[in-house]
Nanobody
Framework: QLQLVESGGGLVQPGGSLRLSCAASGFTLGYYAIGWFRQAPGKEREGVSCISSRGGSTNYADSVKGRFTISRDNAKNTVYLQMSSLKPEDTAVYYC?????????????????WGQGTQVTVSS
């Protein structure tokens, strides 16, 4: 079983930054595309960003382009989401998910494994 653990969430003021980490336990991430998703109270889970298994391609939701950066260090079995210029509307539980196909899927169902999420709260 591939286990994913998110970390790095917390409370931050508007305009601040956080770096989220998604680490695999027991299995290598080298063959997996990794997506970041978020879910705010009362809203559907939405895609935030994705990176292919080798890091050759990335994508971002329009709402976070220019503010968030996804990266990976396969030697550490870890994917990162650097979040800058945070806004209150970024407040959500953030999840990472793995796709064994190695490419970023267009829909949530493309991802086979999910972490339990980390809370990000942007508030003054």
């Amino acid at each position: 079983q591939l286990q994913l653990v998110e970390s790095g969430g917390g409370l931050v003021q508007p305009g601040g930054s956080l770096r989220l980490s998604c680490a695999a336990s027991g299995f290598t991430l080298g063959y997996y595309a990794i997506g970041w998703f978020r879910q705010a109270p009362g809203k559907e889970r939405e895609g935030v960003s994705c990176i292919s298994s080798r890091g050759g391609s990335t994508n971002y939701a329009d709402s976070v382009k220019g503010r968030f950066t996804i990266s990976r260090d396969n030697a550490k079995n870890t994917v990162y989401l650097q979040m800058s210029s945070l806004k209150p509307e970024d407040t959500a539980v953030y999840y990472c998910a793995a796709d064994g196909g190695g490419l970023c899927g267009d829909v949530i169902s493309s991802y086979d494994y999910w972490g339990q999420g980390t809370q990000v709260t942007v508030s003054s």
